[in-house]
């Protein structure tokens, strides 16, 4: 830890709650070796790409390393699989860990751990690598949803930027009600309203609920055929998300063909720009998810007829 550099910036997944724990943990991190606030900005996957990397050194989390990561000076904290190879920058990676549990990781070297970071860390580390068996799961994603429902920097600026204080938030509160009331009212229609997208792929969906804790539901019950459960919401922006869950480790290989990623159960991917209706997402995703089949052979017959009169052009 005593070799990271300094940093310019720090960038990290604007989405979720990983991304939100990352970037605070890391910004106390250089405080703590450095005596400066570093600016922390988040991003969505879709204006990630679209970032233009110019700093001689950053810190960044919950991002896939790749190629345009690979700079000198920068430091890539991240969970999620890949197959680039660092040469310059420096890749901290564990794929058993949550992005806020690699960065908690370093904070506790420094002497920055405490029991309400102990307790914060472990919640968003089964919400996010949803962690169906752990006794805290429903807890923990009530906690992820309070960053996609009241957005990133909104629940930043209620905290004040102090992590700590997002332990036993008021808010919380909220989330428990909604879930009591909403949930089951939205697994009932969820479940009634599956649409295939594939053999194995069914688009659930939702109009009211914790959508984690429904599509777990449906999961858990087996209560579809499909062992990948796909999900859409729409950004402030209009920008379509697909978010998929399974159990056996089968959703990151339907996000990857969609060019997103994730976890082995719990990914995700941005549909293209011109894709803004939920009809339109279906539609796409239908598309995009079934490869055309290969052009029918002719039948026999007439491979027949074509070899007969072949023949008969020789005579």
Known sequence: MTDLPQPEV????????????????????????????VPLEAYHNHNWRQRPMREKSAWVADFTFEQRLDRAGWVVLDHHPTETVPQKARLIHDLTKSAGRICYDLCAEAGLASPALDR?????????????????????????????????????????????RLLDHPLL????????????????WSRANVVPLTPTVGYVDTVIGNVNLIVHRLIEEKSTPFPVLLTLFRKGNGTMIASLRS?????????????????????????????????????????????????????????????????????
Not at 15 to 20: E, V, W, Y
Not at 173 to 188: H, N, Q, S, W
Not at 294 to 315: G, V, W
């Open 173 to 188: 509160e909220v989330m428990t009600v909604k879930r009591r009331i909403e949930d089951p009212l939205g697994f009932a």
């Open 247 to 315: 159990r056996g480790g089968e959703a990151l290989k339907v996000a990857e063909k969609l060019q997103g990623g994730g976890h082995p159960n719990a990914a995700g991917a941005t549909l293209p720009r011109s894709v803004q209706r939920t009809e339109d997402a279906v539609t796409y995703l239908q598309q995009a998810l079934n490869p055309t089949p290969p052009a029918a052979a002719p039948p026999t017959n007439d491979l027949e007829s074509l070899f007969a009169a072949s023949e008969t052009s020789k005579k």
């Open 10 to 37: 720090i960038c990290v997944h604007e989405s979720d709650l990983d991304g939100f724990v990352s970037g605070l943990l890391l910004q106390r991190l250089a405080q703590k070796r450095f005596a400066v606030t």
């Open 120 to 164: 914060l860390v472990h919640l968003n580390n089964v919400a996010d690598l949803f962690l169906l068996d752990d006794p805290d799961f429903v807890l923990a994603c009530d906690y992820a949803n309070l960053v996609k429902t009241y957005g990133f920097w909104n629940l930043h600026s209620l905290i004040e930027g102090q992590l700590e």
